[in-house]
């Protein structure tokens, strides 16, 4: 059976905010290796995580030279907007942000895999049966973040930014100045884990990563209907509330504050309902993953 080895760049493990949920959620633990060391490598596995705007196809050619079989980990295209012509030199590709020109494309189309951008490393990973429940938590709904992106998928972040102000106090909110800014990790984590619901406006595309920060944490998320989370490929139809348009969040979360005053059961039942499933996700994800892996090893 063929090694396997995780290699990235520098500055992909210094810029990367979820590799820990790469490294051991979807990809079974597989220790980190640099570049560099690259050329010591023959006739194995090796996956080369790069968070770049461009492929880096010379690097994988002289995988190749030294008879490894390749799997590209690219976590580097968010707008959908990157040249992949280079997937159809490697033996397998898995990549975040779902576009279906790209995982429909004749030329790599059964050699690519979908994984979730995933939780940012120190929000997970969290124990499903330790998670806080609905009753022990102190805001109906949260949204920390950066509300000011002029790139954001649909302006979504602009018209939640207009409409969380007639949430009143049915919705906490704390806006950053910028990306990643805000709450440091420790109250970010805190504060999440005492809200029931994650409303989750798009970022620069529709998937993000406080999708996954949220329901690692016990959160329901609430989002728009997009692609991603219904799809073969993907997601495959969660079971938390999605809207049509932001426009609707605050009567849905009035009508919210309402129904848990009458029954709260069935909060915990979507809660208990969203944990196991993002549990039997990433099971899922992870287990298709692996097993292509080790048929590369195997081969």
């Not at 790139?151 to 018209?159: A, F, W």
């Not at 798009?202 to 949220?214: E, F, H, L």
């Amino acid at each position: 059976m063929r090694k396997i080895y995780l290699i990235g760049t520098p500055h992909t493990y210094n810029a990367a905010l979820e590799t820990w949920f790469y490294q051991n959620e979807m990809l079974g633990g597989i220790p980190f290796t640099l570049d560099m060391e690259a050329g010591k490598i023959f006739d194995s596995v090796v996956i080369f995580i790069e968070l770049a705007a461009a492929i880096n196809l010379e690097f994988i050619r002289a995988l190749r030279r030294n008879r490894n079989k390749v799997v590209y980990l690219d976590m580097g295209d968010e707008m959908g907007a990157k040249d992949v012509t280079p997937y159809a030199e490697c033996d397998l590709v898995i990549r975040n942000y779902l576009y279906l020109n790209i995982f429909e494309d004749e030329r790599y189309r059964d050699k690519v895999l979908w994984l979730p951008n995933g939780f940012r490393t120190g929000v997970g990973p969290r124990n499903p049966n330790h998670l806080k429940p609905v009753l022990e938590r102190q805001w109906l709904a949260t949204f920390l973040g950066w509300l000011d992106n002029p790139r954001s998928h649909n302006n979504e972040r602009q018209i939640f930014k207009e409409m969380a102000p007639r949430c009143g106090g049915n919705l906490f909110m704390n806006a950053s100045g910028g990306w990643s800014g805000g709450y440091n990790l420790g109250l970010y984590t805190a504060i999440m884990e005492s809200s029931i619901f994650a409303p989750c406006p798009a970022g620069n595309c529709p998937d993000s990563i406080r999708i996954y920060d949220a329901m690692e944490l016990g959160c329901i998320p609430i989002y728009l209907r997009h692609t991603f989370l219904d799809n073969k490929y993907s997601m495959q139809s969660p079971p938390f509330p999605l809207l049509d348009s932001w426009d609707e969040l605050p009567d849905f979360l009035e009508t919210k504050r309402k129904e848990f005053a009458g029954n709260y059961k069935a909060f915990e039942e979507l809660q208990a309902a969203t944990i196991e499933w993002w549990t039997l996700t990433k099971r899922r994800i992870a287990t298709n993953i692996q097993q292509r892996l080790l048929q590369l090893r195997l081969s």
